[in-house]
């Protein structure tokens, strides 16, 4: 059974750091894309960042420069670094599990970590 388990939301001011992390469990880490995926509620599910097997990274605009995403192949676990944190970044953030050799395959998601930017 696969398994993705966020943790590190929570409640941070504007210009505040966090630090996602999500255990994988059930795959085969090293064969998988790992990805950050975020939704605002009455908004659809946006990209944040994506990591390969082998550390190529896609990231949305929006973030690069403030957000960095991470893997640990040995400890089966993929990190979100949040910093320079804004009002627009609150939303439930996802962890995302798709094979890399099969792109279009359907992705594993885990079930969602609250970030709240308020002042």
């Known amino acids: 059974q696969v398994q993705l388990a966020e943790s590190g939301g929570g409640l941070v001011q504007p210009g505040g750091s966090l630090r996602l992390s999500c255990a994988a469990s059930g795959i085969i880490f090293g064969l998988y894309t790992m990805g950050w995926y975020r939704q605002v509620p009455g908004e659809q599910r946006e990209l944040v960042a994506t990591?390969?097997?082998?550390?190529?990274?896609n990231s949305h605009d929006s973030v690069k420069g403030r957000f960095t995403i991470s893997r640990d192949n040995g400890e089966n676990t993929v990190y979100l670094e949040l910093n320079e944190l804004k009002l627009e970044d609150t939303a439930v953030y996802y962890c995302?599990?798709?094979?890399?050799?099969?792109?279009?395959?359907?992705?594993?998601w885990g079930q969602g970590t609250q970030v709240t930017i308020s002042s």
């Open positions: 995302t599990a798709r094979q890399f050799l099969r792109p279009l395959s359907a992705a594993y």
């Open positions: 990591i390969t097997p082998g550390g190529t990274i």
